[in-house]
């Protein structure tokens, strides 16, 4: 199985500054077919379902706002939330959907310092 | 929309199984997989299984191989888990969640989801 590490576990931002997460997987999940990177990011609020934020590991989903980011290829993703909002509190997961065994990263908690 | 309405809350005793239904809405049901996760209590998402009707396949994670079983019923839009020899440890609330699939050999990221069904291994 593809294994997924984040970082860091757990990361305290003041509000309007930048937050930053890291995903490392531990083979490729760049499909060279096509070019793509099979990785997604998602933020999970308590008591709540996730929720979709990038995948392609670039790409936003609809209704996401532009302050979330994600990049990197190959072997190494960033999540970037570019001026943290009181509403981004939040666990978030990265996820690949390179193989047909999909796997998530530990996640990682955003607080507000 | 697509939308994903999992049964409710059920409490089971440790040995027995349990079968969650999701039924979906709003898209073709046969174009979309449709996928287990599980989070137990204050931990992390961790994917269980899924089911993909156009292609007729279905994938276990190793760690549930011969206790999960993840069917789909096109005429009805909906698909189930059925979880056995139920463990203290399988407290956690499962989610499913849809994705498209685009070939045999890849997976799918998930778009939507069900709003989550808690279940509870006690004694």
């Known amino acids: 199985d593809i294994v997924m590490t984040q970082s860091p576990d757990s990361l305290a931002v003041s509000l309007g500054e930048r937050a930053t997460i890291n995903c490392k997987s531990s083979q490729t999940v760049l499909y060279s077919f096509n070019n793509k990177n099979y990785l997604a990011w998602y933020q999970q609020k308590p008591g709540q379902p996730p929720r979709l934020l990038i995948y392609w590991a670039s790409t936003r989903e609809s209704g996401v706002p532009d302050r979330f980011s994600g990049s990197g290829s190959g072997t190494d993703f960033t999540l970037t939330i570019s001026s943290l909002q009181a509403e981004d509190v939040a666990v978030y997961y990265c996820?690949?959907?390179?193989?047909?065994?999909?796997?998530f990263g530990g996640g990682t908690k955003v607080e507000i310092k | 929309q697509v939308q994903l309405v999992q049964s409710g809350t059920e409490v089971k005793k440790p040995g027995s199984s349990v079968k969650v239904s999701c039924k979906t809405s709003g898209g073709t049901f046969r174009r979309y997989a449709i996928y287990w996760v599980r989070q137990a209590p204050g931990q992390g998402l961790e994917w269980m299984g899924g089911?993909?009707?156009?292609?007729?396949?279905?994938n276990y994670a190793q760690k549930f191989q011969g206790r999960v079983t993840i069917t789909a019923d096109e005429s009805t839009s909906t698909a189930y888990m059925e979880l056995s020899s139920l463990r203290f440890e399988d407290t956690a609330v499962y989610y499913c969640?849809?994705?498209?699939?685009?070939?045999?050999?890849?997976?799918?990221?998930?778009?939507?989801w069900g709003q989550g069904t808690l279940i509870t291994v006690s004694s």
């Open positions: 969640a849809s994705g498209i699939v685009e070939t045999l050999i890849l997976g799918s990221y998930f778009d939507h």
């Open positions: 089911i993909t009707p156009i292609f007729g396949t279905v």
């Open positions: 996820q690949q959907y390179y193989s047909t065994l999909l796997t």
